[in-house]
């Protein structure tokens, strides 16, 4: 079983940007998608933006698209979340996970797909 630590959340202002990193260990990691999801208090976990093995394909919810970049460093065990232009309604705990299944072609933003979650990492953004 892999263990994935969030790192990089913080407070900023709106327009700011942060670079989320989730580090592997313990586990395969470069044969498996990895997603980042977020949770904002009193909603549901939403999907944010996903890559496959091999950056093969990456995939970003609408309210991202343009602003987040999703990058992955296997010789480092980590994957990136590069967020740009953050809004207030970026605000949420953010966690990444691995997918349940190795080499899977697409990137599914269903959180029950994924096996192994991340504690999070909070992103506070002020306007």
């Known amino acids: 079983q892999v263990q994935l630590v969030e790192s990089g959340g913080g407070l900023v202002q709106a327009g700011g940007s942060l670079r989320l990193s989730c580090a592997a260990s313990g586990g395969t990691f470069s044969n498996y998608g990895v997603g980042w999801f977020r949770q904002a208090p009193g909603k549901e976990r939403e999907f944010v933006a996903g890559i496959t093995w091999r950056s093969v394909t990456t995939r970003y919810a609408d309210s991202v698209k343009g602003r987040f970049t999703i990058a992955r460093d296997d010789a480092k065990n980590t994957v990136y979340l590069q967020m740009n232009n953050l809004k207030p309604e970026d605000t949420a705990t953010y966690s990444c996970?691995?997918?349940?299944?190795?080499?899977?072609?697409?990137?599914?933003?269903?959180?029950?797909?994924?096996?192994?979650w991340g504690q999070g990492t909070q992103v506070t953004v002020s306007s």
């Open positions: 996970a691995r997918d349940a299944r190795a080499w899977t072609p697409l990137v599914i933003a269903t959180p029950s797909s994924y096996a192994d």
